[in-house]
Nanobody
Framework: QVRLVESGGGLVQAGGSLRLSCAAS????????MAWFRQAPGQERELAAG???????TYAKSLKGRFTITRDNAKNTMYLQMNNLEPEDTAIYYC????????????????WGQGTQVTVSS
């Protein structure tokens, strides 16, 4: 059974940084594409960043240059380094995995973590 556990969220001032982690178990980690989604209050869950099995990355337009997604296959862990945070980045951040190719929509994923809250104050 796939299990995903996020950590690293919290409260930070605008301009600050956070690093999220997603520890995975119960899967052949290197065979999965992985993604960070985020969901702000009253908004749909949207793709923030994704990383393929071959380490190719993709980002939401508003995040490119500020966020960096990485994965460590030896540790079965994915990361999201978030720099120069803005109040608009406030959301619950979820990690998700998908066997095979990266998906760009939440409906593409069946396995999710519980989420970690990120709050950016102005």
């Amino acid at each position: 059974q796939v299990r995903l556990v996020e950590s690293g969220g919290g409260l930070v001032q605008a301009g600050g940084s956070l690093r999220l982690s997603c520890a995975a178990s119960g899967l052949a980690f290197s065979s999965y594409a992985m993604a960070w989604f985020r969901q702000a209050p009253g908004q749909e869950r949207e793709l923030a960043a994704g990383i393929t099995r071959s380490m190719s990355t993709t980002y939401a337009k508003s995040l490119k240059g500020r966020f960096t997604i990485t994965r460590d296959n030896a540790k079965n862990t994915m990361y999201l380094q978030m720099n120069n945070l803005e109040p608009e980045d406030t959301a619950i951040y979820y990690c998700a995995v998908r066997e095979g190719a990266l998906g760009y929509h939440s409906a593409d994923y069946n396995d999710w973590g519980q989420g970690t809250q990120v709050t950016v104050s102005s």
